[in-house]
């Protein structure tokens, strides 16, 4: 799955150029605005992966296409599990990512915290730029019992705690006081740097940071504020190819 606004025209010529250039190699993977030919993504193939993956994605396509983005945040939540502190998510959604990392990780049956927050009604006005309210709100606040669905979808996980309401406002009322992971994606610059400013200093060292929108075009205003909030501390974050932007604490 590609995101673009181009006609049915263009998608369809760059299907066949892209089929074009797949009888080339052996193997071709194209999902979530990556290319890439004759990679093993041996990840893939393992069988916890597997079931994790196929549990929090289903037959959802658009899900799917985001498995290596997934591959990403299971690679993080294993290495993060290691140290002491709770998970933390701002910007949930349907929970497709934490809900892959507590079937990945059996986040279940961890003497930690899942901590899952989220307006689950589209982007807050007040910190959101007009140009972000029109990119995003449409996506995110037409689902009345988004809520309520994902309350539902953790409801097996005692040690998953969902947190509606504006951020960072909801942080401030509630929140962990050591932090080993922080997933950030919340398509909006001021809630996302002003969550990263009342965490970072929770956040363990060696603790990782994982930014979804870091390194997408459509969010370079996201990537400049983050850029420069951790170029303050001294801190580069690694880019990576599916979008997404990784830091470690020191």
Request: proline share 4%; net charge negative.
């Amino acid at each position: 799955m590609f995101y673009s606004g181009r006609t049915e025209g263009d998608k369809n010529e760059f299907q066949r150029a892209l089929t074009s250039l797949s009888s080339w190699f052996n193997f071709t993977y194209a999902n979530d605005n990556l290319i890439v030919f004759d990679r093993s993504l041996s990840f893939a193939e393992d069988p916890r992966f597997q079931s994790a993956f196929d549990k929090a994605a289903g037959n959802n396509g658009q899900a799917r296409s985001l498995m290596w983005r997934l591959h990403i945040a299971g690679w993080v939540g294993k290495q993060a599990q290691r140290l002491s502190g709770d998970f933390v998510e701002c910007g949930v959604f349907h929970g497709l990512t934490s809900y892959f990392l507590c079937e990945y990780l059996q986040f279940g049956k961890q003497d930690r915290t899942f901590w899952l927050y989220d307006s689950f009604k589209g982007l807050d006005p007040e910190t959101a730029t007009d140009a972000e309210l029109s990119s995003w709100d449409g996506t995110y606040s037409t689902i009345p019992t988004l809520a309520d669905d994902v309350r539902k979808r953790f409801s097996q996980f005692d040690n998953v705690r969902v947190m509606p309401g504006w951020l960072p406002g909801t942080l401030h009322e509630a929140s962990p006081t050591e932090i080993a992971f922080l997933h950030l994606d919340l398509n909006t610059v001021q809630a996302e740097i002003q969550s990263l400013e009342c965490l970072y200093d929770r956040i363990a060292p060696g603790g990782y940071i994982l930014l979804d929108d870091y390194g997408w075009a459509f969010n370079a205003p996201q990537m400049q504020a983050e850029r420069a909030f951790f170029q303050q501390r001294k801190i580069t974050v690694l880019e990576l190819p599916t979008g997404q932007g990784l830091v470690m604490k020191p």
